[in-house]
């Protein structure tokens, strides 16, 4: 699986978390767990395309 496919799957997992999950510090740490890997996905597409 390359990386990409991985932080997009990982993005998905912790925004779906963050709906369900009741604990409001916990929703805010996936939600900024998901903002990193969206960063990073986008760091490597840069690279790709260049």
């Not at 997009?8 to 369900?20: G, I, N, P, S, T």
Request: charged share 30%; proline share 0%.
């Amino acid at each position: 699986m390359a990386r990409i496919d991985y932080l997009r799957q990982q993005v998905a997992r912790a925004e779906r978390l963050a709906k369900a999950i009741l604990d409001q510090q916990t929703a805010e740490r996936l939600q900024a767990f998901a903002a990193e890997c969206r960063a990073e996905m986008q760091v490597l597409t840069v690279k790709t395309a260049a």
